[in-house]
């Protein structure tokens, strides 16, 4: 119970701020109908009650839009008819496959911030995740069972990202150079080392079509796969490791204070190195599951700010694997409930944008979202959602 108290306690503060960011949302959305505000003078009544209408409309299309109309998916599924279970579940569905690659991302961020690393390199390390997928997966295409054939792909993915992690782990760790640094050229280098590795592995041609991750249910746009449950099962395997492992301490005791690890006995040089590998491997792994899932073959990124947002969320979640998966799947809603909300009310999807922004603004702020809320600061009590420590 007190587990579960202090959990609830952690979540009060991202709650209060996300409800802050869609208060000033609605605003926003309100002062921009000018269809409606521009009848302000001559009837405001019904000016002001058809913005209102119009955000009512434009919110519930947007939460519509991310997990359904829950009373359609009753009847979709009373009913047992495919099609109707498929236009009932597609919301649920598309918000997933939006969330799974943020979590994967997100929970390699979390180990590397732990360890007191700001690992900016995600985009890097996805690009070359996907090269070390596609190489796998071309090898052994045709010649082994589907499910080795996946199993071999995503190794190989996984094994790419921690190989191109574990060099400003290693710079760290050997020369000092910072991996700020280090990673933001390493993901300018990404494409053309891609490249290049394309150009020295000769590779023949596929002897069959690449492997794909199965989908949870059998439906034509039922997109969702085991991908999403790939992530959950390593959202558990890398709280484990963080908090019940010696390896875990060690990590989280070299990001306090490499100057105390290397006092009580830890090498605080293989645990940055270990934790950037293993920051990179579950990047790695993201870009295997996205290239071989719903998008398949298709050689690109989630969004094209990926890792800032991959960043953002793992801050968000306070740099707890739950968390990760909690802050991803909202950000999956939201991405999928925004598109929606564009499509049946006309807001513009940049409002949207601006709701997930002030989210963020208003988490990373936590003194201001207490003074707007008027809830006291916990005594001596550290921000949560603060950055990786800086040690000596």
């Known amino acids: 119970m007190q587990r579960v108290r202090r959990a609830l306690q952690r979540a009060t503060l991202p709650a209060l701020a996300l409800l802050t960011a869609f208060v000033l949302g609605a605003v926003m959305i309100v002062l921009t109908d000018l269809d409606h505000l521009g009848r302000l003078g001559t009837d405001p009544v019904v000016a002001l009650g058809g913005a209102l209408g119009g955000l009512v409309e434009g919110y519930a299309a947007m939460l519509?839009?991310?997990?359904?109309?829950?009373?359609?998916?009753v009847a979709a599924i009373q009913s047992g008819r495919p099609a109707d279970v498929e236009r009932a579940l597609r919301p649920v569905s598309e918000?997933?496959?939006?969330?799974?690659?943020?979590?994967?991302?997100?929970?390699?961020l979390a180990v590397s911030f732990r360890a007191g690393?700001?690992?900016?390199?995600?985009?890097?390390?996805?690009?070359l995740g996907g090269v070390g997928t596609v190489i796998a997966a071309g090898l052994v295409a045709g010649s082994?069972?589907?499910?080795?054939?996946?199993?071999?792909?995503?190794?190989?993915?996984?094994?790419?990202?921690?190989?191109?992690?574990?060099?400003?782990?290693?710079?760290?760790?050997?020369?000092?150079a910072h991996e700020v640094i280090t990673t933001v050229m390493l993901n300018g280098m990404a494409s053309s080392v891609a490249f290049l590795i394309a150009g020295l592995?000769?590779?023949?041609?596929?002897?069959?079509?690449?492997?794909?991750?199965?989908?949870l249910i059998a439906l034509r746009t039922i997109r969702v796969d085991y991908g999403f449950?790939?992530?959950?099962?390593?959202?558990?395997?890398?709280?484990?490791?963080?908090?019940?492992?010696?390896?875990?301490?060690?990590l989280r005791t070299t990001g306090f204070s490499r100057t105390a690890a290397r006092a009580a006995g830890i090498r605080s040089d293989r645990a940055t190195i270990l934790a950037m590998s293993l920051s990179g491997a579950?990047?790695?792994m993201a870009s295997a599951f996205y290239l071989l899932g719903p998008t398949l073959g298709s050689f690109s990124e989630p969004s094209p700010d990926f890792g800032y947002v991959a960043i953002a969320l793992a801050l968000l979640a306070g740099r707890r694997p739950a968390g990760v998966v909690a802050v991803a799947v909202l950000y999956g809603a939201l991405d999928t409930g925004g598109k929606s909300m564009a499509i049946a009310t006309g807001i513009p999807l940049a409002l949207l944008t601006v709701v997930a922004?002030?989210?963020?603004?208003?988490?990373?702020?936590?003194?201001?979202?207490?003074?707007i809320w008027r809830r006291p600061r916990p005594a001596n009590a550290a921000d949560p959602r603060a950055g990786p420590a800086r040690s000596a």
Do not use: H, W
Not at 95 to 108: D, E, K
Not at 232 to 250: H, I, P, Q, Y
Not at 357 to 371: G, Q
């Open 201 to 215: 592995v000769d590779l023949p041609g596929p002897r069959g079509p690449l492997p794909a991750v199965p989908r």
């Open 144 to 176: 082994l069972p589907p499910p080795v054939a996946l199993l071999v792909a995503v190794v190989g993915g996984t094994a790419a990202g921690a190989a191109y992690a574990f060099v400003p782990g290693l710079l760290k760790a050997r020369t000092g």
């Open 357 to 371: 922004a002030l989210a963020i603004l208003f988490v990373a702020a936590p003194d201001l979202t207490r003074s």
């Open 282 to 284: 579950l990047v790695g």
């Open 117 to 127: 690393l700001f690992n900016l390199g995600v985009d890097g390390q996805f690009v």
């Open 229 to 250: 449950v790939v992530a959950l099962a390593m959202a558990v395997v890398v709280s484990v490791l963080l908090f019940r492992t010696t390896l875990g301490f060690e």
């Open 64 to 73: 519509a839009g991310a997990l359904g109309d829950p009373g359609r998916i």
């Open 95 to 108: 918000t997933l496959v939006s969330a799974t690659p943020f979590m994967f991302a997100g929970l390699g």
